[in-house]
């Protein structure tokens, strides 16, 4: 999207909450950093409206298939953690997500995308589809370049 500058992720939880919407969504906006040698990422969903403050961006420096993404909190206390790894062999994505307490990483969840072509988008346009160990499952869509393509 955006001339491929960024790649876009949309995250719709199958769960619903008692009006009947999902109990989760989000859209995810992934860049690439060049001059910081990092990925960014923009975490934007239905838990809180702090997305565009810092603490709503997570960094990356790229350790081989993996995104090790960090969030801070307005201290600059690593807060919660998200790890992006690619499966060349099975072309999947996992996402290891941890919230970190004083240092101490919590698991939050983890899960596992896959990508296809989505029908009823242009060509370019894939669709990940996400099974999950988490009991937040859902939907992403991934659109314009992956990750890997780059």
């Not at 009947?20 to 860049?31: D, N, P, R, S």
């Not at 709503?56 to 790229?62: I, Q």
């Not at 995104?67 to 909190?73: A, E, G, N, R, T």
């Not at 990508?115 to 060509?123: E, F, K, V, W």
């Amino acid at each position: 999207m955006l001339n491929h500058l960024y790649v876009r992720l949309h995250e719709v939880s199958r769960e619903k909450d008692s009006s009947g919407q999902a109990a989760y969504e989000a859209i995810v906006y992934v860049t690439w950093h060049a001059a910081a040698g990092e990925y960014a990422v923009l975490w934007l969903d239905t838990t809180a409206s702090g997305g565009f403050s810092p603490e709503g961006v997570g960094h990356a420096k790229p350790e081989g298939d993996s995104l090790p993404f960090v969030f801070k909190d307005a201290h600059g206390e690593v807060s919660f953690r998200n790890t992006f790894a690619y499966d060349p062999a099975s072309r999947t994505w996992a996402w290891v997500m941890d919230n970190v307490d004083r240092g101490v990483a919590k698991p939050f969840g983890r899960v596992k995308l896959s990508r296809r072509l989505d029908q009823s988008s242009a060509p370019r346009n894939k669709e990940a589809c996400r099974s999950n160990e988490h009991t937040d499952t859902g939907d992403c869509k991934a659109e314009a370049k992956g990750f890997h393509d780059r």
